[in-house]
Nanobody
Framework: QVQLVESGGALVQAGGSLTLSCAASGRTFSISGMAWFRQAPGAEREFVAGVGGNTFYKIYADSMKDRVYISRDNARNTLSLQMNSLKPEDTAVYFC????????????????WGQGTQVTVSL
């Protein structure tokens, strides 16, 4: 099993920046792709960004690719998401996810999930 714990969520003003972190523990050697998803109230969980096991291959949601940067440190078993120029519509719970097999954009590609961290962007 793999445990994921997110941190860094906060209330920020529109236009601000925020960095989220995810700490992985347990059978971390079994992890392939890792990603960030988000879920706003009443909405489906949506893909934000992902990174492969080698830490170099990265994918981003088209809607956010100009404002976010994902990074991964396998030695420290951490995943980060830097978000810039935040907008009120970025308000959501942000989830860290890990997959045993692949890097994908669908929730079904991932085997492990954190509890989420709340990001609220005010005007």
């Amino acid at each position: 099993q793999v445990q994921l714990v997110e941190s860094g969520g906060a209330l920020v003003q529109a236009g601000g920046s925020l960095t989220l972190s995810c700490a992985a523990s347990g059978r971390t050697f079994s992890i392939s792709g890792m990603a960030w998803f988000r879920q706003a109230p009443g909405a489906e969980r949506e893909f934000v960004a992902g990174v492969g096991g080698n830490t170099f291959y990265k994918i981003y949601a088209d809607s956010m690719k100009d404002r976010v940067y994902i990074s991964r440190d396998n030695a420290r078993n951490t995943l980060s998401l830097q978000m810039n120029s935040l907008k009120p519509e970025d308000t959501a719970v942000y989830f860290c996810a890990a997959s045993r097999l692949r890097l994908g954009r669908d929730v079904n590609d991932y085997d492990y999930w954190g509890q989420g961290t709340q990001v609220t962007v005010s005007l």
